[in-house]
């Protein structure tokens, strides 16, 4: 099959054949329909983030089941599936306490080490061992992955949108509704307003947030935001992001979410924070990068800081609501999906991603 291949930061992805061994025990292949272009991406591309290389990248994608490894029974041949970069081991004690996306075995083996639960990868070339990506690879024709990272979901739903429920929709969202937990009438504050942040902007109109500012230096982002929910918005290229912020809501807002995963950013979504208030990092920055914070102003003010992996998800049971809502008109994806490319286009769209012309471009094999 044809893949899309990462090797070092200094060399250009490449657009190859790849070997596709067959799933093993509690695996299933799945032919890819679309696969959406992420930041988490980017990072890889520019060596940002430790991951096992060589590689085949992307995590984010929807597909048909083609074939199913011994064992598996929770899906079948023809099922329409959202891949799900963490497929939860349903063993660990965070599995089993319901908080799937702390899974250990996600943690320690997939996401580290770039081989399936067996510690083994099914992808190769030439003879030459390559890794996957958070358990996923879906820059691809087609993937092999765990049976829980293949999450069935309704057949009319299209596959070339839902691919970014995936990633985008279920971090965004599930990062106000599960980690945050936000109340009906409460105020927020986006920061970054890509494909992740409108997410984040819509999951706090389904909270029923009073007030949603979203923040951005491109000011036809914010503009953007307002079709998501958001109801003010704050051109951050036009001086101090808080300060502006302190003139809408002197108080502060309860909630402020840091879409981007900058340091500045971080400390911006702490400084926003009204009293009781709570800051909650779902963007991802680079390895080792530090943010600071007055911790004496946290703890007066009753204030927190809380990191979300994944919008804290269950994704058999999230993933497939989340597709629900959209498809009854709850949610809007279409209009995150900038365009589509084919896959041996993959460099172009991290290029159109990385110039910031791009919410979500979907690769189609």
Sequence with gaps: ???????????????????????????????????????????IKRGEW??????????????????????????????????????????????????????????????????????????SRDGEQLHHYLGVSSFAEEVVVPASGAVKVRDDAPLDVIAVVGCAVATGVGAVLNTAAVEP??????????????????????AGAERIVAVDVRPEKTQMALQFGATDRLDASQGDAVEQLRDLIPDGVDYAF????????????????????????VGLPPTGAKASFEPLVLAEADQRILGSNYGSVRPSIDVPALVDRYMDGQLKID???????????????????????????????
């Design 1 to 43: 099959m044809k893949a899309v291949v990462f090797r070092d930061p200094a060399s250009p992805i490449e657009f190859v054949d790849v070997d596709l061994a067959p799933p093993r025990a509690g695996e299933v292949r799945v032919r890819i329909a679309a696969a959406g272009v992420c930041h988490s991406d980017l990072h």
């Design 50 to 123: 430790d991951a096992a290389a060589p590689l085949v990248m992307g995590h984010e994608g929807s597909g048909v089941v083609t074939e199913l490894g011994e064992g598996v029974t929770t899906l079948a041949v023809g099922d329409h599936v959202v891949l799900s970069w963490v497929p939860p081991c349903g063993e660990c004690r965070y599995c089993r306490a319901g908080h799937e996306a702390r899974c250990q075995k996600v943690a320690t083996v997939v996401a580290p080490l770039g081989v399936l639960f067996d510690g083994t990868s099914r992808l």
């Design 185 to 206: 009438g409460s105020t927020v504050a986006v920061i970054g307003c890509g494909g992740v942040g409108l997410n984040v902007v819509q999951g706090a109109r389904l």
């Design 258 to 281: 840091d879409a981007i995963g900058r340091t500045s950013t971080t400390e911006q979504a702490i400084r926003m924070l009204g009293l009781g208030g709570a800051a909650v990092i």
């Design 335 to 365: 209009p995150l999906i900038s365009g589509r490319r084919p896959l041996s286009e993959a460099a172009a769209a991290l290029d159109d991603l990385e110039a910031g012309s791009a919410l979500r471009t979907l690769l189609i094999p």
